[in-house]
Structure formats: structure tokens, C-alpha cells
């Protein structure tokens, strides 16, 4: 992956929100672009988000990870999706 392919990716229009799958198998959910800190070799993920009193969601918790450890992008499913998945 490289941060040209990141980068597309967290400027769609409109933004969908995806989760970054790692070369572990782990996954990141991103759901809002400014998230995101996008460098040459790696890229700030957020992990925890919470909102304050106020409404704004924050970043709580976050890893940087190496562009090189990120296989794919993918949706997220949709809740119709997610519920016939289910047993």
C-alpha cells in the first residue's frame, strides 16, 4: 500500500467509512478523514474514538502503523448485511 492509495482512499467523495485491514489480520475502523495523519512510510490510525460532553469526536487511543502492513480497504457492512450474517 502506499500513502497515494491511503490518501484516495480517505478523500472519496462523499467518504465512506472503511476499515484498514493489516497484514496481523487486525483491523481499523476509520470513519472520519481528519482521523487519519497520512505520512511517506506510515500513517496515524485511530483506535478509540469518544465523544466529549460536547458532542465531538475525539481520538482517545491511536497507533501508527507502517503503510507496508496495510492489505486492503474494505466497507463496512451494512446493518441489513451484518444481520443476515448472523446465525
Do not use: C, Q
Not at 475502523?29 to 469526536?57: H, K, Q, T
Request: aromatic share 6%; net charge positive; glycine share 4%.
Amino acid at each position: 500500500m502506499t500513502y497515494h492509495d491511503l490518501y484516495r482512499k480517505l478523500h472519496d467523495e462523499p467518504l465512506k467509512p472503511f476499515r484498514v485491514r493489516l497484514t496481523n489480520s487486525t483491523v481499523i475502523d476509520v470513519r472520519e478523514p481528519g482521523s487519519v495523519i497520512v505520512g511517506e512510510s506510515s500513517a496515524v490510525l485511530p483506535v478509540e474514538m469518544i465523544l466529549d460532553d460536547r458532542g465531538v469526536r475525539v481520538a482517545r487511543n491511536w497507533k501508527t502503523k507502517s503503510l507496508a502492513h496495510i492489505v486492503e480497504f474494505s466497507d463496512f457492512e451494512s446493518k441489513a448485511e451484518d444481520r443476515r450474517s448472523r446465525p
